[in-house]
Structure formats: structure tokens, C-alpha cells
């Protein structure tokens, strides 16, 4: 079973910087997209960047020129450079990824599946 595990939230004044990472594990043949969404207390979860296997990020507007998402496909892992934090960068983090799961292999051939995969979210906290 594919697995996200994020690390790096914590609590940062105003002004500040955090990096957050995100490491899949399992059966993995490939990752495709990658991405970060956030949720702040009481409000719905929006997307903050995404990062795919090719092509250039993209990111909410809130958070361009402040945020960098980066990948490492050797280590099936995302990162999230935050700087200059806001209060309003406040939630739970969570880290996403589109997955090719391997499920079975015959041979020369193998079997898989694609699913949606997200982690189990990490609180950052900006204070004012």
C-alpha cells in the first residue's frame, strides 16, 4: 500500500520560513503529480502548489513568490520551501500525489494501478 508521510510542520512567527517534505512509500512504479494543500481551522482544504513528472509548478496565488515546491523522484519525495509566512498560511498541510501502485508481477510483465494518495497532513502555525 502507498503511503505519504509529511514532516516539518511546527509553529513560526510572521515573517518567518519552514520547509515541509513528504516521502511515499510502497509499490511504487511511478509518481506523477505531486502537491501540497492546506486546510486552516474551520475552512475547506485548497490547494497551495502542484508539481508534476514534467512541465512547471503551479501555485495558488496567495502563496507565489513566497512558496517553492521542488521533488526528488530518486527519493519519491516533494518538498515545500515556505518563507515570508503569513497568519493567514496557517493549517494542516497535506501532501498529495497522483501514483502508479505496482499490484501484481508475472514475469516480465507487471500489473498496476493508478490512485490518488494523500497524506496524513502536518500543522504549521503563523503566528502574528
Known amino acids: 500500500q502507498v503511503q505519504l508521510v509529511e514532516s516539518g510542520g511546527g509553529f513560526v512567527r510572521a515573517g518567518g520560513s519552514l520547509r515541509l517534505s513528504c516521502a511515499a512509500s510502497?509499490?511504487?512504479?511511478?509518481?506523477?503529480?505531486m502537491g501540497w494543500f492546506r486546510q486552516p481551522p474551520g475552512k475547506q482544504r485548497d490547494l497551495v502548489a502542484t508539481?508534476?513528472?514534467?512541465?512547471?509548478?503551479n501555485y495558488a496565488d496567495s502563496v507565489k513568490g513566497r512558496f517553492t515546491i521542488s521533488r526528488d523522484d530518486a527519493k519519491n519525495a516533494v518538498y515545500l520551501e515556505m518563507s515570508s509566512l503569513k497568519p493567514e498560511d496557517t493549517g494542516v498541510y497535506f501532501c498529495?500525489?497522483?501514483?502508479?501502485?505496482?499490484?501484481?508481477?508475472?514475469?516480465?510483465?507487471?500489473?498496476?494501478?493508478?490512485?490518488?494518495?494523500w497524506g496524513q497532513g502536518t500543522l504549521v502555525t503563523v503566528s502574528a
Open positions: 508539481i508534476s513528472s514534467s512541465g512547471p509548478p
Open positions: 510502497g509499490s511504487i512504479l511511478s509518481i506523477h503529480t
Open positions: 498529495n500525489a497522483d501514483v502508479s501502485e505496482i499490484t501484481a508481477s508475472e514475469g516480465d510483465s507487471l500489473h498496476y494501478r493508478d490512485l490518488e494518495v
